[in-house]
């Protein structure tokens, strides 16, 4: 497996194949992560193609007090986990390679989707990953990409920002991996104390029930139960000692709020528990 480490090495590296399967990542990496390598891999055979991933933690996504310069670099050990699960190729810049200058021109997703959920919460954060994401697709060229659904609505950004950008790019959603209690794997479950992580499974379960009280009220046609169902929701959660920032359900589609004849639906919730905010989903 090659580590490149400036964009004049990947540039190189991928002349040498017409087909690359792409996976960017910041590291710290999981199971879920390697999940998204091996079906890369099954998607592009060796012998067919390059299965590339980039490990580079991108201040801009980052708010000023958010956890950029404490986020956990394991380098070494992703590198041996990456080249296990079947990686050709890892793109390991230092920022001053990909931001050679400061990032005055950004990718600005539009605010219908980009400023809702954890765009609320996080102001800005959408604009840092799509602006990532974009350069990233510039240097990789890559025919497919693989993301976590985990990431629910930065998949969706993701998805419009290449369609409307008309990118010749697959963009794939990977199913979340998640541990025997339900909790979703993430880089940042790390930083859980052992008691929290004892708690930390609340969250997956309580979005599972909100996806069968809220079934049950679209299915009667209750579309204005839903806000007080969702408020339960968090409540149950506040109870047991959470600060949650949303629990809800909306569409698949762009993520507005369920209306009559919606099928194809998610709930999503976001919480902190301890100093660590965790996030989740499931369709339904």
């Known amino acids: 497996m090659e580590i490149l480490r400036t964009v004049a090495e990947l540039r190189a590296a991928v002349a040498r194949s017409t087909l690359r399967a792409f996976v960017p990542t910041m590291g710290n990496l999981h199971e ?10 099954a998607r592009v055979p060796s012998d067919q193609g390059l299965v590339i991933a980039s490990i580079f ?13 404490t986020y956990p670099r394991t380098f070494e050990r992703d590198c041996e986990a990456l080249e296990l699960a079947g990686c050709d190729a890892v793109f390991a810049p230092e ?11 950004t990718v600005q997703p539009p605010a219908a989707i980009a400023n809702i959920l954890e765009g609320e919460h996080r102001p800005g954060f959408f604009t840092g990953v799509a602006t990532v994401v974009h350069k990233l697709f510039n240097v990789v060229q890559p025919q497919v990409a693989l993301f976590g659904k985990k990431d629910y609505q930065q998949l969706l950004v993701i998805r419009h920002m290449v369609r409307q950008m008309s990118l010749p790019i697959e963009i794939v959603g ?5 541990a025997a209690d339900g909790l979703a794997l993430s880089s940042r479950n790390g930083y859980l104390r052992p ?3 004892q708690e930390a499974g609340a969250l997956s379960a309580a979005l599972r029930q909100l996806a069968q009280d809220t079934r049950r009220a679209i299915d009667a046609g209750d579309f204005n139960a839903l806000p007080n169902i969702e408020a339960a929701a ?16 909306r569409r698949r589609a762009d993520l507005l709020p369920p209306a009559s004849g919606d099928e194809a ?4 919730g976001a919480a902190k528990l301890g100093t660590t905010r965790l ?3 499931f369709e339904y």
């Not at 933690?57 to 310069?69: S, T």
């Not at 968090?234 to 949303?246: F, I, N, S, T």
């Open 195 to 197: 008691e929290d992580r």
């Open 279 to 281: 996030i989740d989903n």
């Open 265 to 268: 639906l998610v709930v999503l």
């Open 234 to 249: 968090m409540a149950v959660l506040r109870d047991r000692g959470w600060r949650p920032d949303y629990l809800t359900v």
């Open 57 to 69: 933690v991108n201040r801009l996504q980052f708010g000023p007090k958010e956890d950029f310069d």
């Open 32 to 41: 879920g992560h390697l999940d998204l390598v091996r079906q890369a891999r």
């Open 174 to 178: 990977v199913e979340t991996r998640r």
């Open 95 to 105: 920022e001053r390679e990909l931001y050679p200058e400061p990032q005055a021109f």
